[in-house]
């Protein structure tokens, strides 16, 4: 994918750089390249998107790593006793993330972590799941995407339902959306950009 | 952990040589010392836990990194197609496990993978799961560990069920064990020697 790019912007140069035209013209188109050179990575990814999204779709966006794996607990000091004490993780403090509504405890695995949620408040999105699950449960995974508003496009042409119009600002203060659980086998994924 | 393993050995050598013995004496008891100091880890931490558990739980076992995370899915096609062709993920074959009870495809996340899982055969462990999850959703977490033999005997001891008296041969060949997901906050979790 990234070689597709490159190639693009090869090709894209090579034809400026060819035309014949006063050293002048020369100047300014040098420069124009060099302002479309900097141009971020993501907004070129959305250039591409516009243009040539049928043609080298996997060039716009990359799964990544596993961030986390989210479990809602109906007592956070026993869950981050079974962890810490028990099977002998390194475990966070709690942390209350009132405008997510939750608290919220990490456990470290050195590859990844698992994020222990309890409700906080009374519009809690995680309250309802403990209603259904009482003991607790997997809530969801998260994924990191390089580009999550390249993916939230790919995603929609795709007929994959996303859970918000525009991407949300999650508990790390990344951008990060969710899909539709119904689009993804049952099981409710979150998208995390990197 | 690792500090109290290496300062059990350095008294229990510096026990040995200043005992008052003659020369062929020394060296049978240095050789006795070579062959304990060979013993492999795993064996000594056995040792160790008969005598010193009480006093030095945390040196006997230690928990490592998230092996999987496995998703039961009742169409393994049109599952394998949203990590592959939607996702962009990077997507194993589909893989028979007719002494465990199902099909797997592996999804391979970079730092760790998920685990798609389908029922084969009629005594399919997933197929009670799938059947109250239609959709499908997340089973269990894999979590690796060091010693699964010392591993077991604490869970015991701290009182969190284990649903097999001895460890089972798992889907990557290797000794694992399952917690009951009562112990541990609605999370069915697999502990498999790393």
Same mark, same amino acid.
């Given at each position: 994918?990234?070689?597709h790019c490159t190639s693009f912007l090869q090709d894209f140069s090579t034809f400026y750089l060819h035309l014949d035209v006063t050293p002048c013209l020369c100047v300014i188109l040098s420069f124009r390249l060099l302002t479309r050179l900097q141009t971020s990575a993501s907004t070129l990814r959305?250039?591409?998107?516009n243009s040539f999204s049928q043609n080298i779709p996997s060039?716009?966006?990359?799964?990544?790593r596993l961030n986390h794996v989210a479990i809602a607990v109906p007592d956070l000091d026993k869950a981050q006793s079974l962890y810490k004490d028990v099977l002998g993780a390194?475990? *966070? $403090?709690?942390v209350a993330l009132p405008e997510h509504g939750v608290y919220t405890v990490f456990v470290e695995l050195g590859n990844t972590k698992l994020e222990l949620?309890?409700?906080?408040?009374?519009?809690?999105?995680?309250? *309802?799941f403990l209603q259904k699950n009482k003991t607790g449960g997997m809530h969801h995974i998260c994924i $990191?995407?390089?580009?999550?508003?390249?993916a939230m496009a790919e995603l929609k042409k795709k007929k994959i339902?996303?859970?918000? $119009?525009e991407p949300k600002i999650g508990a790390h203060g990344k951008p990060v959306i969710f899909l539709h659980p119904k689009d993804c086998h049952g099981v409710l994924v979150e998208l995390e950009q990197a």
């Open positions: 994918a990234v070689l959305t250039l591409l998107s060039c716009l966006w990359k799964l990544g390194q475990v *966070s $403090e709690t949620l309890h409700p906080l408040g009374e519009k809690s999105p995680i309250a *309802s $990191e995407v390089d580009d999550i508003k390249a339902r996303i859970l918000s $119009e």
